[in-house]
């Protein structure tokens, strides 16, 4: 989160663009890669997020306590050709994934086989996001996303291929943002099957950007750009052919230069695969440490121009963030089905365990809980499909919302089947028992809280969307490097903004009974999101009020405002999807009334803990941590040597190492 938008507020408001299409700019770099400021970093991250709202949000609306239902209101529907085309693929995927792959072997053997490989292209599979003109299936996110989680329920592994391929990789890119030459010459390849992988991370830039080291010195020619550095956990790099590889530009006289985004060919002279990295889960994904020294890459491979690689990454990730969500609900649906089986079957003291009230908690959370998150992928994915709405919000909300919930419903499964849940499958089956693997979805899950944004990152992701209207009529107010020109023209803003919008956080359609009625029994839960979307925004506007320029600094309360949207929003979705199918699918209101009961629990806890908490005791506490004052609690215990560094250090040079790069032989 930083005080500004693009180092001033927009002109008009929050609900204006800003008179200058940024698109295209790049951030200064920093003089130094890997020596950057904090106001260095927040600069780079700021120049490349979306800065204007052109289409509506249901997201950006509720964090302004502005309850706008009828942005989902009625339930979205899909294309029926969309849907035809949807369900064939899906039925000739499932008898694929049954009969031809064995997901007990790929953990096992921490691979995924050739013949899988060979069958996945055969279907297209590899090309399911890529349109049917360059070869591809053209599927819609919805069913995509459906695929994604049959694949995950089957082998998390092929999950992670084809989703890192397809959502980050090089086709999602190049659908946004490529030329049509571009599309032409790549797209094909991928849809039959070539693998793509997206390197950004290095051994010491996770995410922050302006650290990037990685660079791309423009040939004397012109004809190209020679890349040096090591890029680490790219997944699909031991089998990827092409690559999306993010780089540094210098700048130079008439070259702005910046953070760039090329498509690389993945066998090109001086890549070198350094590694396969091996993990707690995803046992089967391939993924690697790379490094490339002085890979030439033609002018004609750069993905929408210099210093728009941040900028492409995050776009992308708009609707690439959506298959780590649809492998969270394949693990609950998942869940479900062995929690219900096994509570159902297993006796203690004369009855079923999950007729025990402390077991049937669980069952409750993780049926309703599956519910809320699959409603949510659903909606983001229909949203997603119809260009007419931004979803940078709403995706980023469901996939931090799914990746730690999962997580949750996989801990509570593994109590609900005690030691058998810490038992592996092998060892069930060897015994005569039915081998489900709950120890390795425990393992394979615990990623998603990391993968494509960590939980922590995506609260203040999600907190700078959420107060974006805030920073555009009044950052320069808190803006330290403001003139006292700019403060007096933002607080102009700020006050004819404020004096519109205050008064509308006062009352709202929440507080009368009759609201929400053709929604019958789940109508007193809009009423409550709608009351508690307010609430949530005269609270921000409150804690922005009081810490100003700090605000950025106050992590664990953005957090707090973060997940109370989230649970508003999932609320908010299960609700008209269980209105909408209430003729054919009854149950669903149950479902969406059970889980709107648990949330509201949730809420009413984060929001106490927004003003009572040991947030700054806490923060106090980990300074002295950190300088060593409590070492003395270590002893007692053998720790890890010392003797090698925790970030591992590297300097550009060509490589020492063996190549193990893994081509897939053609098929017999």
Same mark, same amino acid.
């Given at each position: 989160m930083t005080t500004t938008q693009n180092g001033r507020p927009a002109?008009?408001?929050? *609900?204006?663009?800003?008179?200058? *299409?940024?698109?295209?700019?790049?951030?200064?770099?920093?003089?130094?890669?890997?020596?950057?400021?904090?106001?260095?970093?927040? /600069?780079?991250?700021?120049?490349? /997020?979306?800065?204007?709202?052109?289409?509506?949000?249901?997201?950006?609306?509720?964090?302004?306590?502005?309850?706008?239902?009828?942005?989902?209101?009625p339930w979205p529907r899909s294309d029926p050709d969309d849907v035809a085309r949807g369900e064939e693929f899906l039925g000739r995927f499932r008898e694929f994934l049954t009969s031809e792959v064995d997901g007990a072997a790929i953990e096992r053997d921490a691979s995924i086989p050739d013949s899988v490989f060979h069958g996945l292209a055969d279907l297209g599979a590899f090309g399911m996001k890529i349109d049917r003109k360059y070869g591809g299936l053209g599927l819609s996110n919805l069913h995509y996303c459906r695929a994604l989680m049959l694949a995950g329920s089957v082998s998390p592994a092929i999950g992670a291929l084809l989703s890192a391929h397809q959502s980050i990789?090089?086709?999602?890119?190049?659908?946004?943002?490529?030329?049509?030459?571009?599309?032409?010459?790549?797209?094909?390849?991928?849809a039959a099957g070539e693998v793509s992988a997206f390197l950004l991370t290095e051994p010491d830039v996770g995410s922050d950007p302006a650290r990037l080291a990685t660079t791309a010195e423009p040939t004397e020619d012109g004809t190209g750009y020679r890349l040096n550095g090591v890029k680490l956990w790219a997944t699909n790099g031991i089998v990827a052919t092409l690559l999306v590889v993010m780089a540094r530009v210098p700048a130079a006289e008439g070259r702005r230069g910046g953070i760039t985004a090329f498509v690389v060919d993945g066998d090109s002279a001086g890549i070198t695969v350094e590694r396969r990295n091996e993990f707690v889960g995803l046992r089967g994904l391939e993924n690697s440490l790379t490094r490339f020294h002085d890979v030439f890459v033609p002018a004609e491979n750069v993905i929408g121009g210099e210093g728009r690689g941040l900028k492409i990454a995050l776009t992308t990730l708009n609707t690439g963030r959506l298959s780590l969500p649809a492998m969270c609900v394949g693990a609950g649906k998942w869940s479900l089905n062995v929690a219900r089986g096994w509570a159902a079957d297993r006796v203690q003291w004369g009855r079923p365990v999950g007729e025990h009230e402390a077991v049937a908690q669980k069952l409750s959370f993780i049926a309703a809980t599956t519910y809320g998150m699959e409603t949510m992928l659903d909606l983001c994915c229909l949203l997603?499909?119809?260009?007419?709405?931004?979803? $940078?919000?709403?995706?980023?909300?469901?996939?931090?919302?799914?990746?730690?919930?999962a997580w949750k419903i996989a801990d509570e499964l593994i109590q609900i089947r005690g030691g058998r849940g810490y038992e592996t499958a092998d060892s069930l089956a060897a015994r005569g028992e039915r081998p489900a693997n709950v120890e390795q979805v425990l393992r394979d899950l615990r990623i998603n809280r990391i993968f494509e944004g960590s939980t922590e990152i995506m609260h203040l992701l999600i907190a700078r969307e959420a107060v974006d209207a805030h920073l555009s009529v009044a950052g320069d107010i808190i803006d330290p490097d403001a003139g006292l020109g700019r403060k007096a023209r933002a607080g102009a803003r700020a006050g004819a903004f404020y004096a519109r919008?205050?008064?509308?956080?006062?009352?709202?359609?929440?507080?009368s009974p009759s609201a929400y009625a053709k929604f019958g029994p789940l109508a007193a839960?809009?009423?409550?999101?709608?009351?508690?979307?307010?609430?949530?925004?005269?609270?921000?506007?409150?804690?922005?009020?009081?810490w100003q320029g700090k605000m950025e600094r106050k992590q664990a309360f953005l957090g707090r405002v973060v997940d109370i949207g989230a649970e508003l929003f999932a609320m908010s979705a299960v609700c008209v999807r269980a209105s909408a199918e209430r003729d054919t699918r009854p149950e669903n209101v149950e479902l969406a009334d059970l889980f709107c009961r648990q949330a509201r629990v949730r809420v009413d806890a984060l929001f106490a803990a927004l003003w009572d908490n040991t947030d700054s005791v806490d923060t106090a506490a980990a300074?002295?941590?950190?300088?060593?004052?409590?070492?003395?609690?270590?002893?007692?215990?053998?720790?890890?040597? *010392?003797?090698?560094?925790?970030?591992?250090?590297?300097?550009?040079?060509?490589?020492?190492?063996?190549?193990?790069?893994? $081509?897939?032989?053609?098929?017999?």
């Amino acid at each position: 989160m930083t005080t500004t938008q693009n180092g001033r507020p927009a002109p008009d408001g929050p *609900d204006s663009e800003s008179a200058a *299409d940024t698109a295209g700019a790049a951030a200064p770099l920093p003089s130094e890669a890997g020596q950057v400021s904090e106001k260095e970093a927040r /600069r780079v991250a700021e120049a490349a /997020r979306e800065s204007t709202w052109d289409r509506p949000s249901f997201g950006k609306e509720l964090f302004l306590g502005r309850f706008r239902l009828d942005l989902i209101d009625p339930w979205p529907r899909s294309d029926p050709d969309d849907v035809a085309r949807g369900e064939e693929f899906l039925g000739r995927f499932r008898e694929f994934l049954t009969s031809e792959v064995d997901g007990a072997a790929i953990e096992r053997d921490a691979s995924i086989p050739d013949s899988v490989f060979h069958g996945l292209a055969d279907l297209g599979a590899f090309g399911m996001k890529i349109d049917r003109k360059y070869g591809g299936l053209g599927l819609s996110n919805l069913h995509y996303c459906r695929a994604l989680m049959l694949a995950g329920s089957v082998s998390p592994a092929i999950g992670a291929l084809l989703s890192a391929h397809q959502s980050i990789g090089v086709p999602q890119p190049l659908k946004m943002f490529g030329t049509a030459e571009q599309k032409q010459r790549f797209l094909p390849r991928l849809a039959a099957g070539e693998v793509s992988a997206f390197l950004l991370t290095e051994p010491d830039v996770g995410s922050d950007p302006a650290r990037l080291a990685t660079t791309a010195e423009p040939t004397e020619d012109g004809t190209g750009y020679r890349l040096n550095g090591v890029k680490l956990w790219a997944t699909n790099g031991i089998v990827a052919t092409l690559l999306v590889v993010m780089a540094r530009v210098p700048a130079a006289e008439g070259r702005r230069g910046g953070i760039t985004a090329f498509v690389v060919d993945g066998d090109s002279a001086g890549i070198t695969v350094e590694r396969r990295n091996e993990f707690v889960g995803l046992r089967g994904l391939e993924n690697s440490l790379t490094r490339f020294h002085d890979v030439f890459v033609p002018a004609e491979n750069v993905i929408g121009g210099e210093g728009r690689g941040l900028k492409i990454a995050l776009t992308t990730l708009n609707t690439g963030r959506l298959s780590l969500p649809a492998m969270c609900v394949g693990a609950g649906k998942w869940s479900l089905n062995v929690a219900r089986g096994w509570a159902a079957d297993r006796v203690q003291w004369g009855r079923p365990v999950g007729e025990h009230e402390a077991v049937a908690q669980k069952l409750s959370f993780i049926a309703a809980t599956t519910y809320g998150m699959e409603t949510m992928l659903d909606l983001c994915c229909l949203l997603a499909d119809d260009d007419r709405n931004d979803i $940078r919000i709403e995706a980023a909300l469901v996939k931090l919302y799914a990746s730690e919930m999962a997580w949750k419903i996989a801990d509570e499964l593994i109590q609900i089947r005690g030691g058998r849940g810490y038992e592996t499958a092998d060892s069930l089956a060897a015994r005569g028992e039915r081998p489900a693997n709950v120890e390795q979805v425990l393992r394979d899950l615990r990623i998603n809280r990391i993968f494509e944004g960590s939980t922590e990152i995506m609260h203040l992701l999600i907190a700078r969307e959420a107060v974006d209207a805030h920073l555009s009529v009044a950052g320069d107010i808190i803006d330290p490097d403001a003139g006292l020109g700019r403060k007096a023209r933002a607080g102009a803003r700020a006050g004819a903004f404020y004096a519109r919008w205050l008064p509308t956080l006062a009352v709202g359609r929440g507080q009368s009974p009759s609201a929400y009625a053709k929604f019958g029994p789940l109508a007193a839960h809009l009423r409550q999101v709608e009351r508690s979307s307010r609430k949530l925004a005269r609270s921000t506007f409150y804690a922005m009020s009081r810490w100003q320029g700090k605000m950025e600094r106050k992590q664990a309360f953005l957090g707090r405002v973060v997940d109370i949207g989230a649970e508003l929003f999932a609320m908010s979705a299960v609700c008209v999807r269980a209105s909408a199918e209430r003729d054919t699918r009854p149950e669903n209101v149950e479902l969406a009334d059970l889980f709107c009961r648990q949330a509201r629990v949730r809420v009413d806890a984060l929001f106490a803990a927004l003003w009572d908490n040991t947030d700054s005791v806490d923060t106090a506490a980990a300074k002295r941590i950190l300088a060593g004052r409590y070492a003395g609690l270590e002893e007692g215990v053998v720790t890890p040597s *010392d003797e090698l560094p925790w970030v591992a250090r590297w300097s550009p040079g060509p490589s020492t190492a063996e190549d193990v790069r893994r $081509r897939i032989p053609p098929k017999p």
